[in-house]
């Protein structure tokens, strides 16, 4: 957005002689002329060489809108409120004409470059007054997000009584979710549902279906953020899957997975990670989704209609939208608490302007126009929890406090006949951890915490591994990559299903280390022979590409074509009377054929 300034009498000169009047009564002492040009003159002297006195008179939020304007382009009234909480005293004016505004002495420090009422102008502190106020107005200090010095555990929602007409506040228990090592874990489960081909998107959207969030659900440490729970009764509206909507869209916009007939598959990139560390591997979803430009986190918030039709053309990126979060994440600090609202209030007083919308008056909640007009604050604050709740925290980057959506307020002026605008609303308060300020670039390096992990299985010499307790849901997907069920609790190794695995990708580490994790024990010396036998085996045979098979009809040709110079190059001699051609070289082949005088047909 371009600047628009002035000195004190070009931005005077725009305005009517009735505007001018009123500015010129708020001097002390002056005699008012009649004329526009007397008027400006008068007030521009009296401001240029009394710029301190006046300056004192004002009150001090009146003096912090001077410093941010003065040390800014422009002044930024939503910015200005985010940062103190209020707006600066600008007059009065009537609620039924902004043409009778009575000016308050801001007005003489702070003009707009157009005549009171009319719209599309920035105010402004006039170039010739800037030089002046900075010889003692010192620039104000930067925005600080509010910090809490404890873990919240409950929050204080407002609650009006209708009948009696009063308010009140409820206290209402937090959730809390330190997603640190939970989103590793899951990681490892997510991927390894993909690689058994139970995981589908649909072609239309690109998410999750119905039956995938519930498998994904099942499989997740703890489970989604919100239980999976039967309605009460067919109006209530639950927060519904969030996690397992997040996993499948993070690890397809990485490239970890394709889609293939609707169904998620892993890609070479996706298998090596289940021999990478996790966190090098959530990284990567990181820094891929931030570049993703084919979704939009917006169209998660169903309240907000119109982003599909005459509101879609004034959607901003969300490439943009994401990168202007995560410049403002980076000056939070680390392993402190803090309320998401308060983090959309710092994001815009320290000037990181989130704009979802250029057209936000497209955009409507139900049928009523007009809640999304700012276009900042309410789109702004959906959006931010979407990315927060459902991406950052899923992928354990920040851990979170939260309530039921259903409890948190509708951030409207009237109530739409909705229980909660989105399934983030719940989002209260959250905190970037070690994980976290990896990922975003605060620390070069993550060491893992060292995390005290539940023996449960025993792997005997039999082949069997037994569980001394019920396994989640992920810990019986690893297994059954290489054991079959035999019994309550036991699971036997066999060769051919490891061998299967392996042959589509997976590791034998992978399973060596998932076993000696789990138990706590070097594996029996029978297992571990298989295991090294198998190692022997799987290196002894690599894949080179397809070939085509090629029949000769009699010895004497097959044996003068496998050893021609110019068509031995392309071919090998297999049995008596077949040749084997590579795929690539299938061309090459036919070419020197006809140089010897044979073809090969079509």
């Not at 209530?236 to 997975?257: C, F, N, Q, S, V």
């Not at 308060?429 to 993550?446: D, E, H, T």
């Amino acid at each position: 957005m371009e600047k628009e300034s002035g000195t004190l009498e070009e931005l005077l000169n725009v305005r009517v002689v009735l505007e001018l009047k009123k500015l010129a009564r708020l001097l002390t002492g002056v005699k008012l002329p009649t004329r526009k040009a007397e008027i400006i003159a008068v007030i521009v002297r009296e401001m240029m060489e009394y710029t301190r006195d006046y300056w004192d008179i004002l009150d001090d939020l009146q003096q912090k809108a001077v410093a941010e304007a003065l040390y800014a382009p422009w002044f930024d009234e939503e910015g200005f409120v985010a940062k103190y909480g209020a707006k600066p005293d600008w007059g009065k004016t009537p609620a039924w004409s902004d043409y009778n505004h009575d000016p308050s002495l801001l007005n003489l420090f702070i003009l707009s470059s157009r005549s009171y009422g009319y719209s599309g102008s920035q105010k402004v502190v006039p170039e010739d007054l800037k030089v002046i106020l900075k010889k003692f107005v010192p620039r104000p200090p930067p925005a600080k997000l509010r910090v809490e010095t404890e873990r919240p555990e409950y929050v204080e929602i407002p609650q009006y009584n209708f009948l009696t007409g009063k308010k009140k506040i409820r206290q209402i228990p937090l959730y809390h979710a330190d997603t640190e090592q939970t989103a590793q874990e899951d990681l490892m489960s997510v991927l390894r549902l993909i690689d058994m081909g139970k995981v589908r998107l649909t072609e239309k959207t690109r998410r999750p279906t119905a039956v995938s969030l519930r498998t994904i659900g099942e499989v997740l440490r703890g489970g989604d953020f919100y239980p999976d729970r039967e309605k009460r009764d067919k109006w209530e509206e639950l927060p519904g899957p969030i996690k397992a909507h997040a996993w499948p869209l993070l690890i397809h916009a990485a490239k970890l997975a394709r889609l293939k007939s609707g169904k998620l598959q892993l890609t070479p990139a996706g298998r090596k990670t289940f021999d990478a560390p996790p966190h090098e591997t959530i990284k990567t979803l990181w820094q891929a989704w931030l570049k993703n430009a084919k979704t939009d986190e917006l169209q998660r918030v169903n309240a907000i209609r119109g982003q599909t039709g005459e509101g879609k053309s004034g959607l901003t990126s969300p490439v943009k939208r994401r990168g202007v979060i995560v410049r403002a994440l980076k000056k939070c600090p680390i392993e402190k608490w803090f309320g998401c609202d308060a983090f959309c209030n710092f994001m815009r007083a320290a000037g990181y302007l989130l704009i979802v919308s250029d057209e936000p008056w497209e955009l409507y909640i139900q049928d009523e126009y007009g809640h999304l007009n700012d276009g900042w604050g309410l789109l702004a604050s959906q959006y931010t929890q979407v990315l927060l709740f459902e991406y950052a925290a899923t992928l354990g980057l920040i851990d979170v406090a939260y309530i039921d959506p259903v409890d948190a307020p509708l951030d409207v002026d009237s109530e739409p006949d909705i229980e909660f605008l989105s399934r983030y609303d719940g989002l209260m308060y959250l905190r970037i951890n070690a994980l976290g300020a990896f990922c975003f670039g605060r620390k070069r390096s993550y060491t893992p915490s060292e995390v005290e992990v539940e023996h449960v299985l025993k792997v005997l010499p039999n082949f069997d591994v037994v569980a001394f307790k019920p396994l989640p849901v992920g810990d019986q997907i690893a297994l059954e990559q290489f054991a079959e069920k035999t019994a309550d609790s036991v699971w036997t190794i066999q060769s051919e299903r490891m061998l299967k695995g392996l042959e589509s990708g997976q590791s034998l580490d992978q399973i060596r280390s998932f076993l000696k994790h789990k138990s706590s024990e070097e594996l029996p010396q029978p297992v571990a022979v298989l295991f090294d036998d198998m190692a022997g085996k799987v290196s002894r045979l690599h894949a080179k590409g397809t070939a085509h098979l090629i029949e000769v009809t009699d010895v004497e040709t097959a044996q003068f074509l496998a050893h021609d110079r110019g068509v031995s190059k392309h071919c090998y001699l297999a049995g008596d009377r077949q040749l084997v051609v590579p795929e690539k070289s299938l061309t090459a082949f036919r070419n020197a054929l006809r140089k010897v005088g044979y073809i090969l047909p079509k």
